[in-house]
């Protein structure tokens, strides 16, 4: 899983981006598949602040 503090990093990110409509966790899997990476690792990037332009880039061209 993803640690509750990475958890809060990433709402909060996806609230900024407004991404929220589309899940959190939705998020998260469709960074992780895209880069090739764990739902973990592609959590922890997030959290880090790594890989956001990719994840609304990737619902910005009509993934759902």
């Given at each position: 899983?993803?640690?509750?503090?990475?958890?809060?990093?990433?709402?909060?990110?996806?609230?900024?981006?407004?991404?929220?409509?589309?899940?959190?966790?939705?998020?998260?899997?469709?960074?992780?598949?895209?880069?090739?990476?764990?739902?973990?690792?592609?959590?922890e990037?997030?959290?880090?602040?790594?890989?956001?332009?990719?994840a609304?880039?990737?619902?910005?061209?009509?993934g759902?």
């Amino acid at each position: 899983g993803v640690s509750s503090l990475d958890t809060q990093k990433i709402v909060e990110g996806c609230m900024d981006r407004g991404l929220m409509g589309h899940g959190a966790g939705h998020v998260v899997y469709k960074v992780s598949k895209e880069k090739g990476v764990s739902i973990r690792e592609a959590g922890e990037m997030l959290a880090k602040g790594e890989g956001w332009d990719e994840a609304a880039a990737l619902f910005k061209k009509g993934g759902k």
